[in-house]
Nanobody, 119 residues
């Protein structure tokens, strides 16, 4: 099992930058990691993901070329660098850890960190 704690959220002006972090306990290096977000009144949506090795990343189209996901397995931490932020990026951002064991997917979530982008 892994426990996830996000940090680094806050208020930023449009076109600004912010980096949020997710610190994990447990065997972090074996998990695929991701970021999701949920805006008020909307469903939670996928933002970005990185494989356990860090070799492959995935992004939703709306954040491509603006956001970068990365991980440091030595520090048990995954990051989301967000540049050129827009008001529509305002949401609670959740860290996600996923692993498959014996054909079963195990998914863990952090408590979320608020990111607010002002226009």
């Amino acid at each position: 099992q892994v426990q996830l704690v996000e940090s680094g959220g806050g208020l930023v002006q449009a076109w600004g930058s912010l980096r949020i972090s997710c610190a994990a306990s447990g065997t972090f290096s074996k998990y695929h990691m991701g970021w999701f977000r949920q805006a008020t009144g909307k469903e939670r949506e996928f933002v970005a993901a990185v494989t356990w090795s860090g070799g492959t990343t995935y992004y939703v189209d709306s954040v491509k070329y603006r956001f970068t996901i990365s991980r440091d397995n030595a520090k048990n931490t995954v990051y989301l660098q967000m540049n050129s932020l827009k008001p529509e990026d305002t949401a609670v951002y959740y860290c996600n850890a996923r692993i498959r064991r014996a054909g079963v997917d195990y998914v863990y979530w952090g408590q979320g960190t608020q990111v607010t982008v002002s226009s």
